[in-house]
């Protein structure tokens, strides 16, 4: 579903993704840069529990955060030149290790995402405002469930 979003709004989203996420869970971030891909993960993190600041990995491509609800395993895949080489970085582990996932620029590695994933998609709308498309990729139980926690009506 599609929608224009406050970042009120916007960071409600980022609090219930937070509270409805599964270990295993992998949530992919595709927007401009400045659209919050960022801001939105400090927002989920804080949510899990994780009282670590966030910052985006951009020079090793995943940081991990222990000690919230969850493991937060925080991908920005920004300056990788081939999908692939996101598995010199243990990627194939970190989908299968009780943690959740959160991908920035998930769009460059769209051929390696795995079968279900939460796809969060933002777009510029104005100064305080975005455009947001979210879907639950691969399953769609999940994303009627996922829907229905976040109160969005199809
Ligand atoms: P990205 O990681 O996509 O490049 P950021 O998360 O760094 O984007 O956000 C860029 C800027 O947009 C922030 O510095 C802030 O000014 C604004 N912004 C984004 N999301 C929010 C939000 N949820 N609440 C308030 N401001 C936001
Ligand atoms: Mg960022």
New binding site residues.
């Given amino acids: 579903m599609e929608k224009t979003v406050s ?2 709004e ?2 409600k989203l ?1 609090v219930d993704l937070a509270d409805f996420s599964k270990e295993n869970d992998v949530i992919a ?1 595709i ?13 989920l993190a804080k949510e899990l529990g994780i009282e670590e600041n966030i910052k ?1 990995p951009t020079f090793n491509y995943v940081l991990e955060h222990h000690g919230g609800r969850l493991p937060l395993y925080h991908f ?1 895949v920004y300056r990788l030149t081939d999908p692939e080489e996101v598995y010199e970085v243990g990627y194939e582990d970190y989908l299968n290790n009780g943690g959740l996932v959160v991908i ?1 620029w998930a769009d460059i590695i769209e051929s390696e995402l795995p079968k279900e994933y939460i796809e969060i998609k ?1 777009y510029y709308h104005d100064d ?1 405002s ?1 455009k947001i498309s979210v879907e639950f990729i691969g399953n769609s139980e999940r994303e009627r469930e996922l829907f229905e926690y976040v109160g969005f009506s199809n």
């Fill in positions: 970042f009120e916007l960071d980022a971030l927007g401009d840069l400045g659209t919050g891909k960022t801001t939105f993960i400090k927002t985006s920005d920035e933002l305080d975005r």
